[in-house]
């Protein structure tokens, strides 16, 4: 038995050093995890239990490409954050035992049409229009936890055209990775493929055509991507 139409590609990402790919299922993302961004989008950033909003598969970008400018916006923001690939299955885990499920780590960009996430916010609107897009998504190549452990500190950082725009480090996140898993778990039953962003810090701003972004994370890798 045959599908009706052509089967979709699966989406992937690259694993740094190697030839094997990581199939992405799902993206989970974090909203407001660092206390100076919270405060720059106009939010108190108490320690309220973490929100998820999340992103098709398919948006995943990988290093290098080029990210076509998205319809609908005037104002597309970046935002680097830590990316943890799940790897094994997972529901109500406990925060001691929710590292067990990552797989790898990788560098990610959740790109923000940031007028229409703005309008959606204004509304009580979803946020997928402002947050889910094509291409919405650029990930670096993943490292294994085998090679790199769980990285809970460190430089996180992002350039545009080569001026700092994001600086911040991995520990001053609001909620550690394991909470955001024990937490998202409680939610979903978490699949190896699942990708989850962790949150961006302070920093976000707007990029348009011609811009080269380059994002890292000490540990974890690199990501560069041009918007056309
Ligand atoms: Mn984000």
Same mark, same amino acid.
């Given at each position: 038995?045959?599908?009706?139409?052509?089967? @979709?590609?699966?989406?992937?990402?690259?694993?740094?050093?190697?030839?094997?790919?990581? @199939?992405?299922?799902?993206?989970?993302?974090?909203?407001?995890?660092?206390?100076?961004?919270?405060?720059?989008? /106009?939010?108190?950033?108490?320690?309220?239990?973490?929100?998820?909003?999340?992103?098709? %598969?398919? &948006?995943?970008?990988?290093?290098?490409?080029?990210?076509?400018?998205? @319809? /609908? +916006?005037?104002?597309?923001?970046?935002?680097?954050?830590?990316?943890? &690939?799940?790897? %094994? +299955?997972?529901?109500?885990? &406990?925060?001691?035992?929710?590292?067990?499920?990552?797989?790898?780590?990788?560098?990610?960009?959740? !790109? +923000?049409?940031?007028? !229409?996430?703005?309008?959606?916010?204004?509304?009580?609107? @979803?946020?997928?229009?402002?947050?889910?897009?094509?291409?919405?998504?650029?990930?670096?190549?993943?490292?294994?936890?085998?090679?790199? /452990?769980?990285?809970?500190?460190?430089?996180?950082?992002?350039?545009?055209?080569?001026?700092?725009?994001?600086?911040?480090?991995?520990?001053?996140?609001?909620?550690?990775? %394991?909470?955001?898993?024990?937490?998202?778990?409680?939610?979903?039953?978490?699949?190896?493929?699942?990708?989850?962003? +962790?949150?961006?810090?302070?920093?976000?701003?707007?990029?348009?055509?011609?811009?080269?972004?380059?994002?890292?994370?000490?540990?974890?890798?690199?990501?560069?991507?041009?918007?056309?």
């Amino acid at each position: 038995m045959g599908f009706v139409i052509a089967a @979709p590609d699966q989406p992937s990402l690259a694993v740094a050093g190697g030839d094997g790919r990581f @199939p992405v299922r799902r993206i989970y993302c974090v909203g407001r995890n660092y206390a100076d961004h919270a405060r720059e989008m /106009g939010a108190d950033p108490v320690r309220e239990p973490p929100f998820f909003f999340m992103k098709p %598969a398919d &948006a995943v970008m990988p290093d290098g490409a080029d990210i076509p400018y998205p @319809p /609908g +916006t005037a104002n597309l923001h970046h935002e680097v954050e830590l990316v943890a &690939a799940i790897g %094994a +299955t997972g529901r109500d885990v &406990a925060v001691e035992k929710a590292l067990d499920l990552v797989w790898g780590y990788g560098v990610g960009n959740d !790109l +923000t049409r940031r007028d !229409l996430q703005g309008q959606a916010k204004a509304k009580g609107h @979803p946020w997928d229009v402002g947050k889910g897009f094509d291409h919405s998504a650029p990930v670096s190549p993943l490292r294994p936890v085998t090679e790199i /452990g769980h990285p809970a500190t460190g430089a996180i950082a992002l350039s545009v055209n080569g001026t700092l725009r994001q600086q911040g480090d991995l520990g001053d996140m609001i909620w550690s990775v %394991a909470e955001i898993i024990a937490h998202l778990s409680r939610l979903f039953v978490l699949q190896p493929g699942d990708l989850i962003f +962790t949150g961006t810090p302070a920093g976000v701003g707007a990029v348009v055509a011609g811009d080269v972004i380059e994002a890292s994370i000490a540990g974890v890798g690199r990501l560069r991507n041009r918007v056309v």
